[in-house]
């Protein structure tokens, strides 16, 4: 009788479903063919409507795994990482440990086989049961059996070979290795994990590679929880007079609000209490207010297990000892299988395969999400999804994720995350974060000096000054490129107040980088958008004025965010940026707001909009600020407002709302013009053809004069856009009409105008390319090499017009000596004109 052997698959579940079926049916067609023992794979018995096969559908691994003769194993990242891995190898290890056990010979069952090419170390269990691929194909190896089934016909003679050997190996195992032990239920949930054996080892070893980047001197930090939810810790709440939102500024009014109305309740909390909020965590503020750092200071309480004023050794957050700090900064985050290159590449060599998944999966190590605003609009819903999905496939993983709010998926969030924000710093943070700059940059300690008396008595400076990348930011401009760099040279004039405010408020721009615009398109371009489809930094520096004057009677920290696109929507530009966009812009480049909630808009603090209010009312035509000063009456406001209008008085020049940084402020400009109609090729045969083709303004990049043309040297400087002249068929044509008027012109070409003679139009030209054709049998004019930029002559001599030669290779005329006088001979076939090159060996 034949012998039947059971064989299961365990593999990566929902993914490459088909092709895997098309794998096991050539496999069991390769095992049914052969003689020898019979092998039947367990299969999952049919799933109800709705039902799905895999970890989801109740059970962790994969099917039959407990009481199979064999387990092929398709190893893959996914499968290390998502899949069951853990969970179908802690049964296999158990199997061969009992089997052991009885009968002192370890059973081979599993049977590992490369699905997809892991980069990784295999763990130990896999390791050493991993026998089959050291003798296969290259193409096994580098490949995996995945792509060589997508590419069968590519691969038939490669697969063939690695089946046969797969169906060997099998029959190998079955006759020859003792059977292991059958497990039920009960043993198989009870499996120790057997993949996460060397998994302590390099925790240790990533521990120590892991280097986060920590400031000298650390600043203490507040958080504001917006919601009135129980925190533990010492608690304060903010609802008088002079309590600090969670746009981090302090607020006006008798009752919280700059209008007199009552804020809503916040709590404030030690930054150090961070993980006692919750698992999961949405940190919401603008750019530059600190949230890298803190993410960073999170990471090394969790790296240093002797932090100073822990209760007990190994207090780290939330009980993790691995912190996993990415960052989109690439305009995407890591895969699973990526994270450890990124965050310590010189371990990464030794990372066993599905360690970070373990890791997450256990609750043993945490996420902490940086810089998501810098990922691009179009790939950003595609990050939030990769995330939430993480995050719900290893639910005990704390998570802390940093944004400004923009694109969050506030529907999706529900009641998992709790939204906190950096408080601003306070004078003392200030001045501390100040003296560490100076201590460790080349900074000027006169400027600090300086700066730090200017905000004893200006609290508007005081106040943009909150976030730390202001506060550098303001350093530096107090400083200036005039600061002295010695103790005896003169004091420097101070910079003037709004100078600095300008440089606070624009801390968090971010310019973006111009992207090579392709051909152009039949539609015309929308005026509101730049080519790539991004707000103009111009219509972004209004945007934000006319925010901060519909925001002056609100709480700068909870603006509705249908009073924010109402002050942004422009009823008279129907092509203009959408709301939602200059939202957005707003708080991705110009960091100017952000989003605290799904409904609402805030600026970084009080101060920020004022100055933006100010700069709009100063500069924007039709801005009637006597008016809103009486509405909203503001001494800040009024104050600013005159300086601004004393000194743009004094300088004559308006100055941009925002300065960019790493050049001069720039003026708002107009919108876009019209497009210009434009053509590749015009011909005209008189001078009444080209004046009606510069009545049309067309652009037109080549032109064709065919016979007599008058005027050409008054109406080609007129042409817009023209690069490239051909005269034709003019025999009354002795010398090239001038041609210094035409800026655009790069190539000239002459065809059939046998009676040209003087050339000297060219040097006063930017003619790059001549072409003559044909050529008379005189000697090349000298006076070519004082032509500027031509680079290349190509002159055809020859018995009248005819098949055309190759170009021959050209020389600057610039630098070339002068030209030969000699004659050209006629060539011996008169009907084939030669090509005579302008050359230095001439």
């Not at 909009?609 to 100063?618: D, E, K, V």
Request: hydrophobic share 40%.
């Amino acid at each position: 009788m034949v012998p039947v052997y059971r064989y299961a698959v365990s593999y990566a579940h929902g993914r490459d479903e088909a092709w895997v079926a098309r794998f096991l049916d050539e496999l069991r067609r390769r095992l049914e063919t052969t003689d020898g023992p019979r092998f039947q794979r367990l299969v999952p018995p049919p799933l109800p409507p709705g039902g799905r096969e895999g970890p989801d559908d109740g059970h962790e691994g994969s099917y039959g795994i407990e009481t199979a003769d064999i387990v092929l194993a398709l190893c893959s990242p996914a499968y290390f990482n998502e899949g069951p891995a853990q969970h179908d190898w802690a049964i296999l290890a158990l199997r061969r440990s009992l089997g052991q056990a009885r009968t002192g010979v370890p059973p081979q069952t599993a049977l590992p086989l490369v699905w997809e090419p892991v980069d990784r170390r295999l763990p130990g269990p896999v390791a050493t049961a991993d026998l089959f691929a050291a003798d296969q194909l290259p193409e096994y190896r580098s490949l995996g059996l995945a792509l060589m089934t997508m590419q069968a016909p590519r691969y038939r003679a490669a697969l063939d070979r690695v089946l046969d050997a797969i169906a060997a190996r099998m029959r190998a195992m079955a006759e020859a290795a003792t059977p292991a032990p059958e497990l039920d239920d009960r043993f198989a949930g009870e499996a120790p994990d057997a993949l996460s054996a060397e998994d302590a080892a390099f925790t240790e070893q990533f521990r120590k590679e892991v280097a986060p980047v920590l400031p000298a001197t650390a600043v203490p930090r507040t958080l504001n929880i917006p919601v009135p939810v129980p925190v533990p810790g010492p608690v304060t709440d903010r609802m008088t007079n002079g309590g600090i939102g969670l746009d981090g500024g302090a607020r006006g009014g008798p009752n919280g609000g700059p209008d007199g109305s009552a804020a809503p309740p916040e709590h404030v909390l030690a930054a150090e209490l961070l993980p006692e909020l919750g698992r999961r965590i949405l940190l919401v503020g603008p750019p530059g207010a600190g949230h890298s750092t803190e993410l960073a200071r999170l990471a090394g309480r969790a790296l240093d297990d002797t932090a100073p004023g822990r209760a007990r050794p190994g207090h780290a957050p939330w009980g993790c000892r691995i912190p996993f700090v990415l960052s989109a900064r690439s305009g995407a985050l890591p895969r699973l299988d990526g994270m450890v290159p990124m965050l310590a590449p010189l371990a990464a060599p030794q990372e066993p395969a599905g360690w970070a998944a373990r890791q997450l999966r256990s609750g043993r190590a945490f996420l902490a999400v940086d810089d998501l605003d810098a990922v691009p609009v179009a790939n950003r819903s595609a990050v939030w999804e990769w995330l939430l999905h993480l995050l719900r496939t290893h639910p005990q993983a704390p998570c802390v994720i940093a944004t400004n709010g923009t694109g969050v998926p506030w529907d999706r969030l529900g009641d998992t995350f709790r939204v906190a924000g950096l408080g601003p710093l306070t004078p003392d943070g200030v001045r501390t974060l100040l003296d560490s700059l100076v201590a460790t940059s080349s900074g000027d300690r006169q400027a600090r000096t300086t700066l730090l008396r200017r905000f004893d008595s200006d609290p508007l400076l005081l106040g943009v000054a909150g976030r730390p990348a202001a506060a550098a930011a303001l350093l530096r401009a107090a400083g200036g490129p005039g600061r002295p760099d010695r103790p005896d040279r003169p004091d420097p004039e101070p910079v003037p107040r709004h100078r600095l405010l300008r440089a606070g408020v624009s801390a968090g721009w971010r310019r973006t980088r111009e992207e090579t615009t392709g051909p152009s398109s039949s539609s015309p371009p929308v005026p509101g958008l730049g080519s790539t489809g991004q707000v103009p930094d111009s219509v972004l520096r209004a945007a934000s004025g006319l925010l901060a004057v519909a925001a002056l009677g609100l709480d700068s920290s909870r603006i509705p965010l249908r009073t924010a696109l109402g002050a942004l929507r422009d009823p008279g530009a129907s092509d203009a940026a959408s709301p939602e966009r200059l939202l957005a812009a707003l708080a991705d480049r110009a960091g100017v707001v952000f989003r605290p909630g799904p409904d609402t808009v805030a600026f970084p603090s009080p101060e920020v909009r004022t100055f933006l209010a100010a700069h709009h009312l100063a500069h924007a035509p039709g801005a009637d600020a006597d008016e809103l000063l009486v509405r909203h009456p503001s001494a800040e406001l009024g104050e600013l407002l005159t300086q601004l209008r004393t000194a743009e008085a004094d300088t004559d020049t308006p100055r941009s709302v925002l300065a960019t940084p790493g050049g001069p402020p720039r003026r708002l400009s107009a919108g876009s013009p019209p497009p210009r109609p434009a053509v590749r090729r015009a011909a005209v045969r008189s001078s009444a053809e080209l004046r009606t083709l510069l009545r049309a303004d067309t652009a037109v990049a080549e032109l064709r004069c065919t016979g007599p043309v008058d005027g050409l040297a008054e109406f080609l400087p007129r042409l817009p856009g023209l690069r490239s002249l051909v005269l034709a068929d003019d025999q009354s044509l002795t010398a090239l009409p001038e041609l210094s008027g035409c800026r655009s012109l790069r190539a000239v070409r002459v065809l059939r105008c046998p009676n040209l003679r003087e050339l000297t139009a060219l040097e006063s030209s930017t003619v790059m390319f001549l072409d003559i054709d044909p050529w008379p049998g005189l000697p090349v004019p000298a006076g070519l090499r004082r032509v500027p930029w031509l680079s290349r002559v190509d002159l055809a001599t020859g018995g009248g017009p005819g098949v055309r030669a190759a170009n021959g290779a050209g020389a600057g005329a610039a630098t070339t000596p002068a030209a030969s006088q000699a004659s050209v001979a006629s060539p011996a076939a008169p009907e084939e004109p030669r090509r005579r090159p302008y050359s230095s060996t001439q």
